[in-house]
């Protein structure tokens, strides 16, 4: 499925059992201009895909998946490092997805992604699914190093929650999930056709390079839809409450991507993206791109992308949908569970295994060149409470000014609540 | 006049960009010649955010002081502030190594040398790093040389910013082709400028109080102890203002330099002043009390964070003065609130008398301080220049009669 050289190549990897669900999930027919490839170390969780695969390292692991052991996926992708570095030659994009976590994808990702940068990528993405809060805080510890990695090496890393798409979505697991990999999927799609100019309003990647310039900056990913009259307005509304965006006030830059019906009309985008931009004080920063569907509904997806302030790591709290997820995963067989249940299926699969001891943090990711050893995780920023912009005024652009727990930007009389009468 | 040079002092502040052109005459005083401002953009809280308009305007600044001066400028001497700005104290210390236990200059210079030479983490680069004063066997002293000891220790004040924004504003000068020939913090030189040396020895805070930051410098025994940055400064007192009583920003600063004060009086609970001063529509009135009662609160938070910063010196009883200066210490009433915090007189900066009328604005004083350090640096560059002539023709001297 070589792209012709008029168009820029775009290369997608789905590393790992979580990914290859994902992908799992998308009609082949749509992604004919991109290059895909999954990458795992279990023969299950990659033999009935309709993509090309790779399984890595057969002679260490022999094909059975790593268990979450992280050492048994480094010599993995180490044995197999030829196959990697062929695939991302010549990519002048590469999209990674991945759920962190497990062995697999937590130490394959962060080496693709290198290996992409040495091997002359223009733009990377990391789409990271990671782990659910109650898969322990090791596997949690080892998707935000893995995460932290990506981060560094790619344009653009997206910190996707499991839990956020399926707090929203219908309880029962099976079709949370798969509406879940749907939504990465799509997501994944816009992007690549958005690139590879087979939609109707295109980017290019120095587009999206822009829409991510700072890398300091949080990457966030949104996604609404909706079908019916009304579509694209409640396909906004259901953007803008989703649960990556409830918390955010303000983005430094966004790239809208729309996916509509063919009778799709054109004069509802210009009050959309406005409603969009208004709603987060972009001031023109924002990009967009249109791709028809091939559904037949009167389906819209509008998917967000854009790059925001870092915030304090919302703690996610376990709800009802989880519970059904562990209870149907603990009756099967995990290899049952990975073929039939989709991302958090196989990392439970993996939970379940898990019993290796623990390692030194540094250590993970310390392939390839030595110089190229990432730093130790540095603990997150002090955290402070969320203020609403509008408390700093002129300072709202700059980094808070924090003493003493306190952000002394903010008018000294509204932190000693004084009251003022004008 | 025998000799001559031209040295340039250049102060990034966030409200304007000021350029001091000065030449040392007959290698010991300063004749200032020449001077460029610039209103700044693109620096906030003393950072610059925007370093293509920070460029601009010191380059409007280098470009006004070259031709009052029709001079070309060669390098300058850079103030640093900011809210990246931090220090910390470094003890190192030497044997005397002497038989007879006398304290030489090597010795000085070896725990000079030790207490120097700490490694910064990854990210941060020196600004200064000054010699506070030292300790024999524990007992502290100015001036060691010479006498008897068995330990010398050296106290440092170590100045380091976040590497990234000293190279910027570096940058922004070396992009003129100009050099950046010493770096120093803002703070201790306008402190310099604005205190008298007895006020020095007996022990002063300076507070420069500027648009986007307040430097602070705490001055002992002739010796500055230590200094340090509070991001807060007239443009938080303006925000506050726009905030509180939901005023434009441009009001709010004309409002705060005319009807400004420190403290609210209890006269003012009654009394009210047009927000704009036209009298048209849209114009309002606005309780002086409350506008008042805004400053006062960010006010004392400010002097109460210098205070914490300074911590055991207030509690000793150590610091027996303190000077404001800088744009934002033209408030009214400043100086007395200052005082009810750190329990200490305090005044508005005094400028030495040689320095010429026009120039005697608290504004000014970090650029001229800069200016003298800049002059007594290389002053002592040339001192120690010509010692080393001297002294290797006195010890060949020595040699020769002694033995």
């Known amino acids: ?422 | 006049m025998s000799d001559s040079q031209t040295i340039a002092s250049l102060d990034i502040g966030t409200y304007k960009m000021q350029v001091l052109v000065g030449e040392i005459v007959d290698n010991n005083s300063l004749h200032i010649i020449g001077m460029g401002r610039a209103r700044s953009e693109g620096v906030k809280k003393g950072d610059i955010i925007d370093i293509r308009k920070a460029a601009l305007r010191a380059q409007e600044a280098i470009v006004n002081a070259e031709k009052s001066n029709s001079a070309s400028l060669k390098s300058v001497c850079l103030g640093i502030s900011g809210t990246h700005v931090m220090g910390f104290r470094n003890l190192g210390s030497a044997n005397v190594s002497g038989a007879d236990g006398l304290v030489r200059k090597a010795d000085v210079e070896r725990a000079c040398e030790d207490a120097r030479s700490k490694n910064l983490p990854e990210g941060r680069t020196y600004i200064c790093r000054i010699c506070c004063g030292f300790y024999l066997d524990g007992q502290f002293t100015v001036s060691p040389l010479g006498k008897k000891a068995n330990r010398i220790d050296a106290e440092f004040w170590m100045m380091h910013g976040d590497s990234e924004k000293i190279y910027d504003a570096m940058h922004l000068v070396e992009s003129f082709g100009l050099e950046v020939d010493h770096l120093m913090f803002s703070g201790i030189c306008s402190a310099k400028t604005v205190t008298t040396p007895v006020q020095r020895d007996d022990g002063v805070v300076c507070i420069d109080i500027g648009c986007g930051t307040s430097d602070y410098a705490f001055y002992k025994h002739g010796k500055p102890i230590q200094a340090g940055v509070v991001p807060v400064g007239g443009d938080h007192l303006t925000n506050d203002i726009s905030l509180g009583l939901k005023l434009s920003p441009k009001n709010s600063e004309s409002l705060k330099i005319r009807f400004g004060a420190a403290a609210p009086d209890e006269s003012d609970r009654n009394k009210s002043v047009w927000a704009v001063g036209d009298k048209q529509i849209g114009d309002r009135k606005i309780s002086l009390y409350s506008m008042r009662k805004i400053m006062n609160a960010r006010l004392a938070e400010l002097f109460e964070l210098i205070r914490q910063d300074l911590g055991e010196y207030v509690e000793d009883g150590a610091i027996r003065s303190l000077v404001l200066t800088g744009g934002t210490s033209r408030i009214a009433g400043i100086c007395e609130l200052a005082q009810e915090i750190f329990g200490v007189p305090c005044s508005n900066g005094r400028f030495n008398a040689a320095i010429k009328e026009e120039l005697r604005e608290p504004e000014f004083a970090t650029s001229i301080g800069l200016l003298e350090h800049a002059l007594s640096d290389s002053l002592l560059e040339l001192r120690n220049r010509r010692k080393g002539i001297f002294e290797e023709t006195a010890d060949i001297f020595r040699k020769i009669f002694n033995r």
């Open chain 1, 1 to 422: 499925m070589e792209s012709p050289k008029t168009t820029p190549s775009i290369k997608i990897a789905a590393v790992g059992g979580a990914a290859a669900n994902v992908l799992a999930n998308l009609p082949p027919s749509e992604i004919s201009n991109a290059e895909i490839c999954a990458f795992d170390t279990d023969r299950v969780s990659i033999s009935m895909l309709p993509f090309p695969c790779k399984l890595l390292g057969e002679d260490d692991v022999g094909g059975i998946g790593t268990g979450g052991d992280t050492e048994l996926g480094k010599n993995a992708a180490l044995a197999d490092i030829q196959l990697l570095s062929d695939f991302t030659k010549g990519a002048d994009a590469l999209i990674i997805i991945c759920g962190l976590g497990g062995g697999t994808a937590s130490m394959v990702a962060p080496m693709l992604s290198k290996l992409a940068r040495e091997n002359g990528a223009k733009f990377s993405m990391a789409f990271c699914i990671m782990p659910l809060e109650m898969e322990g805080p090791q596997r949690m510890e080892l998707a935000n190093s893995a995460f932290k990695y990506l981060r560094k090496k790619c344009d653009a890393a997206l910190r996707i929650e499991n839990s956020t798409f399926s707090k929203t979505s219908l309880s029962e697991a099976e079709s949370a999930f798969s509406d879940a990999n749907k939504r990465i999927g799509s997501a994944v799609l816009s992007i690549s056709s958005a690139i590879t100019r087979s939609g109707l309003v295109n980017a290019d990647i120095a587009t999206l390079k822009r829409v991510f310039y700072d890398v300091k900056k949080r990457a966030i990913l949104a996604i609404g839809e909706a079908e019916g009259n009304d579509a694209t307005k409640t396909a906004i509304e259901n953007l803008i409450s989703s649960d990556s965006l409830k918390s955010c006030k303000r983005l430094d830059s966004a790239f809208v991507a729309f996916s509509c019906p063919h009778n799709f009309d054109m004069t509802l985008m210009q009050p959309a993206l406005e409603a969009i931009g208004k709603r987060y004080d972009l001031q023109g920063k924002i990009k967009f791109s249109l791709r028809t569907n091939e559904s037949q509904d009167s389906r819209i997806e509008i998917t967000l992308l854009g790059t925001c302030e870092e915030l304090p790591e919302e703690s996610v709290s376990n709800n009802l949908s989880f519970k059904t997820v562990s209870e149907s995963n603990s009756a099967k067989s995990p290899i049952e569970v990975s073929n039939e249940v989709s991302t958090a299926a196989n990392q439970t699969n993996d939970t379940s295994a898990e019993s290796h001891k623990k390692k030194a943090p540094r250590r993970f990711f310390s392939f390839g060149r030595v110089l190229d050893e990432p730093k130790a995780v540095q603990p997150s920023q002090g955290e402070f409470t969320f203020v609403e912009a509008s408390a700093r005024g002129f300072f709202s652009d700059t980094p808070a000014n924090i003493r003493n727990g306190e952000d002394i930007d903010i008018p000294s009389f509204i932190r000693k609540k004084l009251k003022i009468t004008p």
